[in-house]
C-alpha cells in the first residue's frame, strides 16, 4: 500500500511543480493587479469561493498605479514602448 502510494506522489509533484506554481504565480498577479492581497487566494477553499475568484479576475484593474505597482501596459499606452 505505502509503496502505491509513493509511486503516485512522484506525477502530482511534478503535475504541481509543472502546472501548479506558474497558475497560483499568476492568480496572485491578477489579484495584485485588482488591488487585492494574494492571501484571498485562500477563499477557494470555501464553499462558493472559487466563484468569488472569478469575479475578482473578471474585474477590471483600477486606474493608475496601486500599492503593488504600476498598473500593467501602462508603458505600452503611454508610448515608453513603441509598437513593432
Avoid: K
Avoid at 8 to 33: N, Y
Avoid at 76 to 81: A, M, T
Amino acid at each position: 500500500m505505502l509503496i502505491a502510494l509513493a509511486q503516485t506522489a512522484w506525477p502530482l509533484l511534478g503535475w504541481f511543480l509543472l502546472v501548479g506554481v506558474p497558475m497560483l504565480s499568476a492568480s496572485v498577479r491578477r489579484l495584485h493587479d485588482t488591488n487585492r492581497r494574494g492571501w484571498w487566494m485562500l477563499i477557494g477553499f470555501l464553499p462558493f469561493g472559487g466563484f468569488v475568484l472569478l469575479v475578482f479576475y473578471c474585474l477590471p484593474s483600477g486606474p493608475g498605479p496601486n500599492r503593488f505597482g504600476p498598473q500593467p501596459g501602462v508603458w505600452y499606452r503611454e508610448g515608453f514602448i513603441r509598437p513593432a
